[in-house]
């Protein structure tokens, strides 16, 4: 049964719909129902973090919100309208994302990488470059302005990829495992940096297998198994909820080295293993 609190439920904008709306999703592949009737809301300057075993539906969400897969049923609202399928119709909406692969263009410079949702806005080349600048100074990314993307460390093409998405300057923003491969001290930053992007007013969902990064970023959780909501709250209710322990098989979801954050080092949380 879903953990909700009266402050979890009610977010932070009161008066204004929330950044995102999911209500009632139902997507299904053939046979296979991935997401059943599953809603959520992300309000303006939230952080949500979407979490679950392997195949619990998380990317299928992200894919839904973008337009990528077909929904049977339900509804997915961006500021209170309908959310537009198309690219972009997505920017124009304020929606940017990043992808779990990256999708750099290696042979162009990290500067032309993060021009490019620019670009296809038709923003003027010199706003466009501005923006850009500011964006990778402010991920600590100046100096490499100039690198083709595809020479760089992985640490640092995931930078690139988040100052593309931020470029936009996005209402509501997309991580598709953000903190997924890198050491603690990027992940600091990274936190750093969905903090003060959150703190502008920025919605934020993230769907992440590294639990200390959700426990230390998230406003709310939403807890995802076989295709259904089965908690959401704050990282604390979702912690001390007994359908998330069920879910990854007795194992508590404990913030330190254990629980959960072990599925950050397999991608796959214990249901194999006590099988
Ligand atoms: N394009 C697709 N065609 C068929 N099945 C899919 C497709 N995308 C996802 N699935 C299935 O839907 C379920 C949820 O997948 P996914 O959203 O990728 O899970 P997660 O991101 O939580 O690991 C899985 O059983 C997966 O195999
Ligand atoms: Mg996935």
Do not use: W
């Amino acid at each position: 049964m879903p953990t909700t609190s009266s402050e979890t439920a009610s977010s932070k904008t009161a008066d204004s719909p929330p950044r995102l709306e999911v209500s009632g999703l139902t997507v299904t592949f053939g046979g296979l129902t991935a997401l059943d009737d599953v809603s959520f809301t992300v309000a303006d300057g939230e952080t949500v973090a979407l979490i679950g075993p392997n195949g619990a539906g998380k990317t299928t969400v992200f894919n839904a919100v973008c337009g990528l897969v077909r929904t049977r049923r339900g509804e997915i609202r961006v500021g209170g309208v309908p959310a537009p399928s198309s690219t972009t119709g997505l920017l124009g909406a304020g929606v940017s994302r990043t992808l779990q692969g990256l999708g750099l263009f290696e042979h162009l410079t990290v500067l032309e990488n993060v021009l490019v949702p620019l670009t296809s806005v038709g923003t003027s080349t010199g706003t466009s470059t501005d923006a850009a600048q500011e964006v990778l100074g402010t991920l600590g990314l100046s100096d490499l302005a100039a690198v083709p993307a595809g020479t760089l460390p992985y640490p640092e093409r995931k930078r690139v990829a988040l100052a593309r998405a931020l470029v936009t300057r996005p209402r509501l923003l997309l991580l598709d495992e953000p903190a997924g491969g890198l050491g603690a001290t990027d992940i600091d930053q990274l936190a750093q940096t969905v903090r003060t992007v959150s703190g502008g007013g920025c919605a934020v969902l993230l769907v992440e297998h590294h639990v200390d990064f959700v426990m230390d970023v998230a406003d709310r959780v939403v807890v995802l198994d076989f295709g259904h909501v089965i908690a959401c709250g704050t990282p604390d209710e979702v912690r001390r909820d007994p359908a998330v322990e069920e879910a990854y098989l007795g194992v508590p979801v404990s913030t330190s080295g254990s629980g959960i954050s072990t599925s950050s080092a397999t991608g796959a949380p214990g249901r194999e293993e006590s099988a």
